[in-house]
């Protein structure tokens, strides 16, 4: 990461926003109308830009189509069975989910971002932006191609400045036999019917949220990553604590230091997958799993950037085919820029939106064209963001591990508190929820804050801005807490964790 921003500091700031007046067709082409695209053409047409945009799938890019939205009304949709559970516990005797009838979750999800789609089209309509529904290929440095994706004509178009905001795709590897036979989180939003058993292979957010969406809404779930403990960036107490969660709670069959090697086709359409256990210093074995509806790979995404022209126009490319950016979120080509999924930073919706708006706010505001010391940039550290999974996770700041790699082990306390929140004691579930906090020991700053609870991403919103602030350990204490609340333990926690107990 520091080489990445040292290289980003080496480029000069692009000059500030040249006038309107242009022989240029627009002022800004926009390519992809996901959540960073959109935001950018909004806001520079308001600016009093001539704006186009072009995308050729679904308005609203990857969050609102085969992410965020659909993923949250799915993960709603699967607490609804072990909510009918524990009703019985608070006197609702009769209280039963019954079978799901996934045909109307896929009906009604889709009723719902067909909508969003409407008001996508309509924001950037209102704004006064051209959408041009078509691929996108880069011919020069100022020149756009458009292959109209309804009637199949191509149009060519100008424009002073080039914003590439095409997001990202599901990537599945090319090396797994059978891999014709699987599906990925595309895909999974619009599954005919709920599989019975489904094995999902990953160790990321995708893949843990989907594996809790899946034995949430009954499925026979097996999650099989090849590394020792998924989640990885994620603080380690609240990976292992969620691993332990997941099996006791979600029954969900986590499977670590498991590849899958082979997947076939049965008579019956069915798959038969061949997992390879591969655990440092024991013998390595393989089994077969028999009888499975869907093999879903959730292992990564790469930028959707195959075919839109940019190492012909000159424009640098890092790993994976991520377009390399500077802190304004300018390519190595002056006018042409990146926001989003498709550059190296932070691969989330609300990171693309801020990157949208100080790319427009930055090129076509007054402010910014008149006083260059005006420009914006993001800032990157302490971004607060959650995982959906069962317990979901809240977080927000620097884990334990990057604390110590960057002041050192003896410079950084914690608080952990783990407990069986109020509504389980009637319940008898094992469901529990984890807090902890990370802190600077010589300043008293609350470096990270680390949840698995059910309010744990509402919790790090909130304290994304404390800790964005500056918060200390010592504000934390001095604040009155909301009983009885989970969150009244970011407030409550005095015991710091013995470090040679916690290693």
Same mark, same amino acid.
């Given at each position: 990461?520091?080489a990445?921003?040292?290289?980003r500091g080496?480029m000069?700031?692009?000059?500030p926003?040249?006038p ?5 067709d ?5 390519v992809g ?9 909004r806001?520079?047409a308001k600016h009093?830009a001539?704006?186009?945009v ?21 993960v709603?949709?699967?607490h609804?069975?072990?909510d009918a559970e524990?009703a ?7 209280a ?23 008001v ?7 704004a006064?932006?051209?959408i041009?529904?078509?691929r ?9 191609q458009?292959h109209?994706?309804e009637?199949n ?5 100008t424009?002073?400045k080039?914003?590439?905001?095409v997001?990202?795709?599901p990537?599945?590897?090319?090396s797994v ?6 599906i990925?989180s ?5 599954l005919?019917?709920l599989?019975k ?6 160790g990321g957010?995708?893949?843990i949220e989907?594996?809790?969406?899946f ?8 999650l ?9 960036g994620f603080?380690t ?14 029954h969900v069959?986590?499977r670590?230091?498991?590849?899958v090697?082979?997947i ?6 069915r798959?038969?997958v061949?997992?390879q ?5 024991e013998?390595s ?11 879903m790979y959730a ?5 959707l ?8 126009v000159g424009?640098?490319q890092g790993?994976?085919g991520?377009?390399v950016?500077?802190?304004y979120?300018?390519?190595s080509?002056p006018?042409?820029?990146a926001?989003?999924?498709?550059t ?8 693309a939106l ?7 706010d930055?090129e ?8 260059p010391s005006?420009?914006r940039?993001?800032?990157y ?5 959650a ?11 620097l884990?334990?591990d &990057?604390? *110590?790699?960057r002041?050192g +082990?003896? $410079? /950084? @306390?914690t608080?952990v =508190? ?17 807090l902890?906090f990370?802190v ?11 949840m698995?609870e059910?309010?744990g991403p509402?919790?790090?919103q ?7 602030a500056?918060?200390t ?8 807490g909301?009983?009885?609340?989970? &969150?009244? *333990?970011?407030v409550?926690? +005095?015991? $710091? /964790? @013995?470090k040679d107990? =916690?290693k």
């Open positions: 990461k520091g990445k921003e040292e290289e080496k000069p700031p692009p000059p926003p040249a309107r007046e242009s022989s240029y627009y002022d800004l082409f926009v109308a996901g959540s960073g695209g959109v935001r950018a053409a806001i520079a009093g001539r704006v186009a072009a995308e050729f799938q679904a308005l609203g890019g990857t969050c609102v189509n085969v992410g965020c939205v659909p993923k949250k009304l799915f709603l949709g699967s609804h069975r072990h524990y019985r516990s608070f006197g609702w005797t009769d039963s989910a019954g079978e799901p009838h996934w045909p109307t979750l896929i009906e009604n999800k889709n009723r719902e971002i067909e909508r969003l789609n409407g996508y089209n309509k924001m950037l309509v209102n006064g932006v051209e041009l529904r078509g996108a290929k880069l011919l020069d440095a100022h020149t756009v458009v109209n994706v009637d004509s191509t149009s060519k178009h424009a002073d080039i914003l590439i905001a997001g990202g795709t990537f599945v590897p090319p036999e059978g891999r014709e036979l699987v990925t595309n895909d999974a939003f619009y005919p019917q599989p058993r489904i094995v999902i292979v990953g957010y995708i893949a989907f594996a809790c969406i034995a949430g809404y009954g499925s026979n779930v097996t099989a990553y090849r590394g020792e403990l998924f989640l990885r603080d107490d609240v990976r292992e604590f969620l691993a332990d969660q997941m099996r006791e709670v979600a069959d986590v670590f230091h498991t590849n090697t082979r076939r086709e049965q008579e019956d359409k798959r038969t061949t997992l256990l591969d655990k440092d210093g013998e074995k393989e089994e077969e799993m028999n009888d499975v509806d869907v093999v292992t990564g995404r790469h930028p950037v195959e075919g839109l022209g940019l190492e012909e424009v640098k790993k994976k991520k377009v950016v500077d802190e979120s300018c390519s080509v006018n042409i820029f926001v989003g999924d498709v190296d930073r932070v691969a989330l919706t609300p990171v801020a990157e949208g708006q100080a790319f427009a930055n076509f505001g007054e402010k910014a064209r008149n006083d005006a420009r940039t993001i800032d550290e302490n971004i607060p963001t995982v959906f999974s069962q317990p979901p996770i809240g977080t927000c700041g884990t334990q &990057a604390a *110590e790699e002041f +082990r003896d $410079k /950084v @306390d608080y =508190s783990s407990f069986r929140p109020l509504k389980h004691t009637l319940t008898g579930s094992a469901e529990k929820s984890f902890k990370v600077h020991s010589e300043t008293d700053k609350v470096l990270g804050c680390h698995a059910p309010a509402e919790m790090a909130l304290v994304g801005v404390a800790i964005k500056g918060a350990k010592a504000d934390f204490d001095a604040t009155i909301v009983h009885p609340t989970s &969150a009244e *333990e970011l409550t926690m +005095r015991t $710091k /964790v @013995d107990s =916690s």
